[in-house]
């Protein structure tokens, strides 16, 4: 089945979907640097550079997708507007962006299309004929030839190392046997099971592993986290804590706090390089003076890994550390995009 991708980031979502005799032949991105990732490690893809709800664009995104056939869609559409972690604006206008999926469904009829999004997208209103419209209710009611189920589901419980709450929503097109959630739940991968196995690293020092590289940090920060135990907070240190001009500082308790060795991740986000954010901090082990190495944020390779990505996965060389860490914290988990087409029909079953 020959697919199309709508804000295809650097195409990690779709990883694993040629295992499922998913072929994505068209593919759309907003940015060029992305783009260009993208046709790295797909290089069998028309691969669009440019901004959907510009008509141009959309029209070659519909005309390549139409001469591949494509009767499968991915859709992931930006979801600061609606995350926790962003400001949550209902009338941002990215939240919109949705209105370009239903106009391409609406204009190629595929057979299945997969949209993936932040759990709030259930709750999310957008502006439909002047009026406050539910995301939900505006796509059943715009493609009723569809049959719509949809589910909150934690990347964590089917296989990748890493908590991340999503809502993924299946639609099947009436004529075809329905596509449901047929998941199983897996063991849980902890830390230990993905990264337990890389070296050391301290602040600013390199294995000679390709992406196990630590960036530098702050000397203080340094410090404040060499005397914080894994799964703990440097805000609750004694001493050694953070502080700024002499001052404690106060903060939430998943800053300056370090991952657990027997959990999965927290979730990766685009910030994934500050011991500062949220639960970017490697776990680390106690050393024989008492402090504890790795004092530092994951490593690129780390990240990967817990992403769910194999190893062996790359960008070009040009990309910096911190695009890279950008693509990674915006990326959907590829094992849970897998996972869900297990409840898509076989071709011998159509």
């Known amino acids: ?3 199309l991708s709508l804000f295809a980031n650097v195409g990690i979502g779709e990883t694993y979907l040629h295992k499922n005799n998913i072929n994505i032949k068209v593919a759309n991105e907003l940015l060029e640097k992305r783009c260009d990732i993208y046709k790295y490690n797909n290089k069998k893809t028309n691969i669009i550079h440019g901004d959907i709800s510009d008509n141009s664009v959309f029209e070659k995104v519909m005309d390549s997708a139409l001469k591949h056939k494509c009767e499968f869609i ?39 299309i997969l949209i993936e999004n932040v759990p709030q997208i259930e709750k999310t209103k957008i502006n439909i004929d002047h009026q406050k419209v539910l995301i939900m209710d505006y796509l059943k009611k715009s493609l009723n030839n569809y049959k719509i189920n949809y589910k909150v589901l934690n990347s964590a419980d089917y296989g990748t190392a890493q908590s991340r709450k999503r809502m993924f929503i299946l639609l099947s097109r009436n004529d075809v046997p329905e596509w449901t959630f047929q998941l199983v739940k897996k063991d849980v991968l902890t830390l230990k099971d993905k990264i337990g196995h890389l070296p050391s690293l301290k602040a600013g020092e390199s294995s000679g592993i390709k ?21 703990k907070t440097a805000i609750d240190n004694k001493i050694n804590y953070p502080e700024k001009d002499g001052r404690r500082i106060k903060s939430y308790r998943s800053t300056y706090r370090r991952l657990r060795w027997d959990k999965p991740a927290s979730t990766i986000t685009m910030k994934s390089h500050f011991i500062s954010s949220q639960n970017n901090v490697h776990p680390g082990k106690k050393l024989e003076d008492g402090t504890y190495s790795d004092a530092r944020a994951l490593t690129p390779l780390e990240l990967i890994l817990l992403t769910g990505l194999p190893a062996k996965w790359s960008v070009p060389e040009w990309v910096s550390d911190l695009l890279l860490r950008e693509v990674i914290g915006e990326a959907v988990p590829p094992l849970l995009i897998y996972e869900c087409h297990i409840g898509m029909a076989s071709e011998s079953e159509k």
């Not at 972690?85 to 609406?106: C, F, M, S």
């Not at 992406?211 to 799964?231: D, F």
């Open 74 to 112: 991915i859709a992931t559409p930006p979801c600061q507007g609606m995350s926790v972690a962003g400001q949550r604006k209902h009338n941002d206008n990215r939240n919109d962006l949705i209105t370009y999926v239903v106009n391409a469904i609406e204009r190629i009829n595929p057979k299945y």
């Open 1 to 3: 089945m020959n697919g």
């Open 211 to 231: 992406y196990h590289y630590a960036i530098e940090h702050n000397p203080e920060h340094i410090r404040w986290m060499s005397h914080t135990p894994s799964g």
